[in-house]
């Protein structure tokens, strides 16, 4: 809608990013069966944008889970409702922590991947998040500013 958007008609980066941020919490809690605050957002870049008019669907699940965090990958897709036209926005990988009543670190449940197309998933996040931080590190030491930084 238009109060959303820039002098150029397309939306915000800021109210996208807030968009990803309410669904991949909302993957999260269904997950964790409990609160959850964002720890991190990885690195996005928004590649295409979106108009005024423009429907836009972003989806998020939850693809690796440790002891209190949950690790989310999100898209955006717009599309253009009058031509069906649809294109990839942007995309990241989120980390939440489960909090209790008392706003601590509370454990999560362990993930399982039970069906193949749940495994594919989860494989698929798993190799972009890797893909996604090796060019991270190369694009920081080309830079000179990446010899702090670890690749998983």
Do not use: K
């Amino acid at each position: 809608m238009p109060e959303g958007t820039n002098h150029l008609g397309r939306a915000f980066g800021g109210r996208i990013l807030e968009w990803m941020d309410v669904v991949a919490s909302v993957a999260c809690r269904r997950f964790a069966g409990s609160q959850v605050v964002t720890a991190s957002i990885d690195h996005v870049d928004f590649h295409a944008p979106i108009e005024v008019g423009d429907v836009v669907t972003i989806e998020a699940y939850v693809f690796d889970a440790g002891r209190t965090s949950l690790t989310v990958r999100t898209t955006v897709r717009a599309e253009d409702p009058e031509n069906g036209e649809e294109w990839d926005v942007t995309g990241a990988f989120f980390t939440f922590v489960a909090v209790d009543d008392d706003d601590q670190p509370t454990p999560v449940p362990s993930l399982a991947c039970p069906s193949e197309n749940e495994r594919a998933l989860r494989d698929r996040a798993l190799d972009d998040r890797r893909e996604h931080r090796e060019a991270l590190v190369e694009r920081l030491d080309a830079e000179g500013a990446g010899t702090d930084i670890e690749s998983e």
